[in-house]
């Protein structure tokens, strides 16, 4: 009896390490720093005085050219409670870095980028189906700095149900890839006026068109922000923003 007691202990110990599965994806403890969702390796921080068992809205925070994700970086002073999921492509540059494509916005061959950009949406987008299913009915913000904020694009123009709120961080879309009727997803992008790397007057006129296409557009290009940069753009209070938006989406 004993033997017995003890055998069923242990079994109940073992299931209750087992992983979550939902609808064929196996989630991962929501406790974790890091995993693996769909493919991708992925960092794990909750903001805002979030616990991990929380219910609480989640940011889908992807990477640029070559660097991980850092939300101290980025959008450090972001306080609303949000669960913030940094995935890594599988792809590296030269120096060990993830990237998502290797083409860059200045290429002439804007079609190649396309066509890589469309390959690596597809791949992104699974990662964000896979967390809505293992957070079922919590609303989802996608942001990402210039290779990551282009994925952003193309992912609200490719999969329109995809996210609720979408946080394009210097970032460009080819016009090959601008949906015909506009985002479903409202749109705030950030941008430094003087930046050449990915041409913001490139974008000025992106964003331009897709207000004539889509719902709810905004945009700031900000003077002071030199070059390809981040430092002075207002990511944090974007971010906040975007989480006060989406409370009560489903």
């Not at 979550?20 to 989630?27: E, F, I, L, Q, Y």
């Not at 669960?83 to 002439?108: C, E, H, I, T, Y």
Request: glycine letters at 10%.
């Amino acid at each position: 009896m004993i033997v017995e007691m003890i055998v069923g202990a242990v079994a109940i110990a073992l299931l209750g390490k087992k992983k979550k599965r939902s609808r064929g994806v196996t989630c991962p403890d929501p406790g974790i720093s890091q995993g693996s969702l769909a493919g991708l390796r992925f960092r794990q921080e909750m903001i805002g005085g979030a616990q991990a068992g929380q219910q609480v809205a989640i940011i889908g925070f992807f990477h640029a050219r070559g660097v991980q994700a850092t939300v101290k970086i980025s959008f450090p002073s972001a306080d609303r409670p949000a669960r913030v999921l940094m995935p890594d492509s599988p792809m590296v540059n030269a120096k060990g870095g993830p990237l998502w494509f290797q083409g860059r916005a200045a290429d002439q061959d804007q079609e190649s980028l396309a066509y890589e950009m469309r390959a690596q949406a597809s791949r992104a987008a699974a990662f964000v189906r896979a967390v809505r299913q293992c957070y079922p009915g919590v609303p989802v913000v996608v942001t990402g700095y210039s290779q990551g904020g282009m994925l952003t694009l193309a992912m609200g123009a490719m999969y329109p149900e995809l996210a609720n709120f979408l946080v394009p961080v210097s970032a460009w879309l080819p016009e090959s890839m601008w949906p015909p009727f506009g985002f479903s997803a409202p749109i705030y992008g950030l941008h430094g006026a003087s930046d050449e790397t990915i041409p913001s007057d490139r974008s000025l006129t992106m964003y331009a068109a897709f207000e004539d296409t889509s719902p709810e557009v905004n945009y700031e290009f900000v003077a002071k922000q030199p070059g390809h940069g981040t430092k002075y753009l207002p990511w944090s209070n974007t971010i906040r923003y975007a989480l006060d938006s989406v409370q009560g989406y489903s």
